[in-house]
C-alpha cells in the first residue's frame, strides 16, 4: 500500500512526497523513496517520525492502529493534517482521534476507495426502501494475510445499514452462526468473513425477501482505488485546521 501511495503521489501533478515513512527494522530505511519506481525523489525513508513529518502538511497512514496512535500524537505536535486508512481500532483509540481533530484536521474511513463510499451511499438508500420484509447479510473476502475480521468496511457497512433501519450495530448484528441457531431474528445484521489467497477486497451486502434478492457488491482489484481515495482526501484537508472527516465529507455524499 505504501508504494501504490508514493506512485500515486508522484503522478498525480499536484501533490509532492515531503517523507516517507517505514519500521526501524525495514530494510528499505535510507532509501529513496521512490526508488523501486527507477527515479530519485531525494526524499530518502525513515523510522524517525519528527524527521519525516518536517516537511509534511499530511501524513497518509495505512498501517496498525498501535502504529497510527502513535503517529496521531506527532501529527498533533507538529500540526500535520491526517488521512488515516487504518482499521481495527479501539472504542478508545476512536475517542482519541476525536480529541486529536479539535487540533489537526482529520479524514479517517475504513475504506479509501470512492467506489466502496458510493455503494455506502447506495445501501443507505436501499436500506431505507427495503427496511420491512428483507434479512440483510454483509459478506467479505480478504487475503489470507488480514488479520482483523470482519473488515473494517464490513463494520461501517454495518453501521450504515443499521443507522438508516434506526437500530444500533452492536445491538444487532450476529457475527457467527453454529450448530442450532433457531430462526433467523428478521431485527440483525449478519456477517460472514472468507479469507484466502491474494483476494484484495470483495464485500456484498444481500438483501433477501421472499421470491427476491438484492445484492449490491463492490469488488477491488487493486490497491491503486484506495491510494487514489487517499489523495482526494489530503486534497479535502488543504487549509483546513482541524475537524473530524469521512470520505462521505470528502466526496461530498452527505
Same mark, same amino acid.
Given at each position: 500500500?505504501?508504494?501504490?501511495?508514493?506512485?500515486?503521489?508522484? @503522478? +498525480? &501533478?499536484?501533490? %509532492?512526497? =515531503?517523507?516517507?515513512?517505514?519500521?526501524?527494522?525495514?530494510?528499505?530505511?535510507?532509501? $529513496?523513496? /521512490?526508488?523501486?519506481?527507477?527515479? @530519485? +525523489? &531525494?526524499?530518502? %525513508?525513515? =523510522?524517525?517520525?519528527?524527521?519525516?513529518?518536517?516537511?509534511?502538511?499530511?501524513?497518509? $497512514?495505512? /498501517?496498525?492502529?498501535?502504529?497510527?496512535?502513535?503517529?496521531?500524537? %506527532?501529527?498533533?505536535?507538529?500540526?500535520?493534517?491526517?488521512?488515516?486508512?487504518?482499521?481495527?481500532?479501539?472504542?478508545?483509540?476512536?475517542?482519541?482521534?476525536?480529541?486529536?481533530?479539535?487540533?489537526?484536521?482529520?479524514?479517517?474511513?475504513?475504506?479509501?476507495?470512492?467506489?466502496?463510499?458510493?455503494?455506502?451511499?447506495?445501501?443507505?438508500?436501499?436500506?431505507?426502501?427495503?427496511?420491512?420484509?428483507?434479512?440483510?447479510?454483509?459478506?467479505?473476502?480478504?487475503?489470507?494475510?488480514?488479520?482483523?475480521?470482519?473488515?473494517?468496511?464490513?463494520?461501517?457497512?454495518?453501521?450504515?445499514?443499521?443507522?438508516?433501519?434506526?437500530?444500533?450495530?452492536?445491538?444487532?448484528?450476529?457475527?457467527?452462526?453454529?450448530?442450532?441457531?433457531?430462526?433467523?431474528?428478521?431485527?440483525?445484521?449478519?456477517?460472514?468473513?472468507?479469507?484466502?489467497?491474494?483476494?484484495?477486497?470483495?464485500?456484498?451486502?444481500?438483501?433477501?425477501?421472499?421470491?427476491?434478492?438484492?445484492?449490491?457488491?463492490?469488488?477491488?482489484?487493486?490497491?491503486?482505488?484506495?491510494?487514489?481515495?487517499?489523495?482526494?482526501?489530503?486534497?479535502?484537508?488543504?487549509?483546513?485546521?482541524?475537524?473530524?472527516?469521512?470520505?462521505?465529507?470528502?466526496?461530498?455524499?452527505?
Amino acid at each position: 500500500m505504501g508504494r501504490m501511495l508514493v506512485e500515486a503521489v508522484r @503522478a +498525480s &501533478g499536484d501533490c %509532492v512526497i =515531503a517523507g516517507a515513512l517505514d519500521v526501524p527494522a525495514s530494510p528499505a530505511i535510507g532509501s $529513496d523513496a /521512490t526508488a523501486f519506481l527507477g527515479h @530519485a +525523489s &531525494g526524499v530518502p %525513508v525513515t =523510522a524517525d517520525l519528527a524527521e519525516g513529518l518536517k516537511n509534511a502538511q499530511v501524513l497518509i $497512514d495505512f /498501517t496498525r492502529p498501535e502504529g497510527t496512535m502513535a503517529h496521531l500524537a %506527532v501529527c498533533r505536535k507538529l500540526g500535520v493534517g491526517l488521512v488515516i486508512g487504518t482499521t481495527g481500532f479501539t472504542e478508545a483509540q476512536k475517542a482519541e482521534i476525536a480529541a486529536a481533530s479539535r487540533d489537526i484536521a482529520i479524514v479517517m474511513a475504513p475504506n479509501m476507495s470512492v467506489g466502496v463510499n458510493v455503494t455506502l451511499k447506495l445501501l443507505d438508500m436501499a436500506a431505507r426502501a427495503l427496511s420491512t420484509g428483507y434479512d440483510i447479510e454483509v459478506i467479505e473476502a480478504h487475503h489470507r494475510h488480514k488479520v482483523d475480521a470482519p473488515s473494517g468496511t464490513a463494520l461501517r457497512m454495518g453501521e450504515v445499514l443499521a443507522e438508516a433501519l434506526g437500530r444500533d450495530l452492536k445491538d444487532c448484528a450476529v457475527y457467527a452462526r453454529e450448530g442450532v441457531t433457531g430462526e433467523r431474528d428478521p431485527s440483525t445484521i449478519g456477517f460472514s468473513a472468507i479469507r484466502g489467497g491474494d483476494i484484495v477486497g470483495d464485500h456484498t451486502v444481500l438483501f433477501a425477501g421472499t421470491g427476491e434478492r438484492i445484492e449490491i457488491t463492490h469488488k477491488s482489484s487493486s490497491r491503486v482505488n484506495y491510494a487514489q481515495g487517499s489523495l482526494r482526501a489530503a486534497r479535502f484537508l488543504a487549509g483546513r485546521k482541524s475537524g473530524l472527516f469521512d470520505m462521505f465529507d470528502v466526496l461530498g455524499l452527505r
